[in-house]
């Protein structure tokens, strides 16, 4: 039986389909801003939250509807990977990750352990079973992993950074431990993602959130590679949104790399995106959260502005650029989404 989000327009934007509107969601569309989530958050840490399907699965519902979007994703994160592989793995009181036996020398890449089996984060598998059962059949629920270079930058910075200075001295100076590393990454995630779409997400997202602070030859020689080792791994038919934002001058390689839907963020414009990537390739993106910070004016403008580039060109996903900002005010994200089905209406 033919279920109803095939249909839907994200699933057909992803394919490059046409669709009767522009599908939108919003990237951390669950997350701190939203009071329903502070409250839960009062009595439950962030990792129980994501080890309690049910819980999990309340959250990001709650988001869905309160935003109406037309997408939901499961609620979970990319680092959480990291404890089966061998890493102590902790979040802050501030919601900030930390690994308490980041990897310092090169001896340490031997103590990573490729995920061999997902029983350990069978939480995620449960959370998708719960979602996908309580969620709108016309809505596409999303999975999502880190890839291989986002995750060894948490795994060797031991949390969050501005410059990335450790990892990219280790990815030079010890080229055959990266090379062991970012494989056990890849094969890894492809394993995690495989079973998150045997549990029932219709569509997966993999976030290289910090490559965009490699140049283009290092994104090459260092990441690419191990990034179109786990997409190539991936069961054929799901689609893939291969987000890696930051620096527009990767967009070749990263489409090359992989994925149907393209991610890419407010620091290059859509139509200079699909002239890059080719319009068989369908692009989601791509407004700067900060807009979300202003007023309802200025967001209608800016969705306006971003619509009219796509014109009526089907495979366009709205989105941000990045997540969505702790400080935003839920009414703005409100009104983001409106206007994306108030302006996106294809005739
Ligand atoms: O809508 C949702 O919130 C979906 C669930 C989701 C997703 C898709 C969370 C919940 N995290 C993520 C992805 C994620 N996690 C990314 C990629 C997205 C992006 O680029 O923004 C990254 C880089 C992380 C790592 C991470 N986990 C951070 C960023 C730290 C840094 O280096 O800047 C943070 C703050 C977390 C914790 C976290 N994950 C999710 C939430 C709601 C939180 C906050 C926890 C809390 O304080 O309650």
């Known amino acids: 039986m033919k279920r109803k989000w095939e249909d839907s327009p994200m699933m057909r934007a992803a394919r490059c389909q046409e669709t009767k509107s522009v599908p939108v969601w919003l990237m951390r569309q669950a997350g701190r801003y939203m009071p329903e989530y502070q409250a839960i958050r009062e009595h439950v840490s962030f990792m129980e939250l994501c080890k309690t399907p049910e819980l999990a699965a309340e959250v ?10 037309d997408a939901a994703i499961i609620f979970s994160d990319i680092l959480l990977i990291l404890e089966p592989m061998g890493f102590e793995l902790e979040f802050e009181p501030d919601g900030g990750p930390k690994i308490g036996n ?10 990573v352990r490729e995920l061999e089996s997902v029983e350990p984060l069978e939480f995620v598998m449960n959370t998708i079973r719960c979602t996908r059962e309580r969620l709108d059949d016309s809505l596409p629920l999303i999975g999502f992993a880190g890839a291989p270079f986002t995750l060894a930058a948490y795994a060797i910075e031991g949390g969050s950074s501005h410059h990335f200075r450790q990892v990219k001295t280790f990815m030079h100076i010890y080229p055959n431990e990266w090379q062991e590393m970012m494989q056990k990454f890849a094969v890894s995630t492809a394993r995690y993602l495989n079973s998150q779409i045997n549990a029932g997400v219709q569509i997966v997202q ?27 791994l991936i069961v054929p038919g799901t689609p893939i949104i291969h987000f890696a934002p930051g620096n527009p001058v ?15 963020d407010w620091r290059i414009t859509v139509q200079q995106a699909w002239e890059v990537i080719g319009s068989n390739y369908a692009v989601q993106g791509n407004l700067d959260p900060a807009i979300l910070l202003t007023n309802r004016d200025l967001i209608r403008q800016s969705v306006l502005h971003i619509l009219r580039q796509v014109e009526r060109r089907p495979g366009f996903i709205f989105n941000l650029g990045h997540g969505i900002m702790p400080q935003t005010p839920v009414e703005n994200a409100i009104a983001l989404v409106n206007a994306v089905h108030e302006f996106g209406i294809v005739r």
């Open 206 to 232: 993999l976030f290289d959130s910090w490559a965009g602070c490699l140049s283009g030859e290092d994104y090459k020689k260092y990441v690419k590679p191990y990034s179109r080792m786990l997409i190539d």
């Open 102 to 111: 980041p990897i310092r020398n090169s001896s340490a890449v031997k103590m």
């Open 250 to 264: 990767l967009l070749t390689d990263i489409r090359d790399a992989g994925g149907h839907v393209i991610g890419i």
């Open 60 to 69: 990001m519902l709650t988001a869905v509807q309160r935003l109406n979007v």
